[in-house]
């Protein structure tokens, strides 16, 4: 309750969970085109489609766990919560990782 008493605290705080979150939105930019992103104003952002889980099994690897589901009709989807600003660099640099590996393989076994 301390945040919500301090103002600018709470306006601090209020900016910088936007930021991490137009920092996750801009990230999935780059792997769009291979899998479908939910648009989203909410500090998460879901994937889904057939190279979605790919991508979080790749990202989990390398320590950026997501939450996959185990019911049937999400079998497909991933969800990506927001995180530190300064993850975000390591993040977007595996995004492209994995995009370059994921169209290396493609154009590899048509």
Known sequence: SALFEDRERL????????????ELVEAFKSVSDLINVKET?????????TNAKQLGYFLAE????ARMYDLPILKDAVRY??????QYPEFKALLLEWREQFVKKRTNHP
């Open 11 to 22: 306006e601090d705080w209020l900016t910088y969970q936007k930021a991490c979150q137009a």
């Open 81 to 86: 919560s927001i995180m530190d600003l300064a």
């Open 41 to 49: 104003h909410c500090n998460f952002v879901f994937t889904y489609g």
């Open 62 to 65: 390398r320590g950026f766990v």
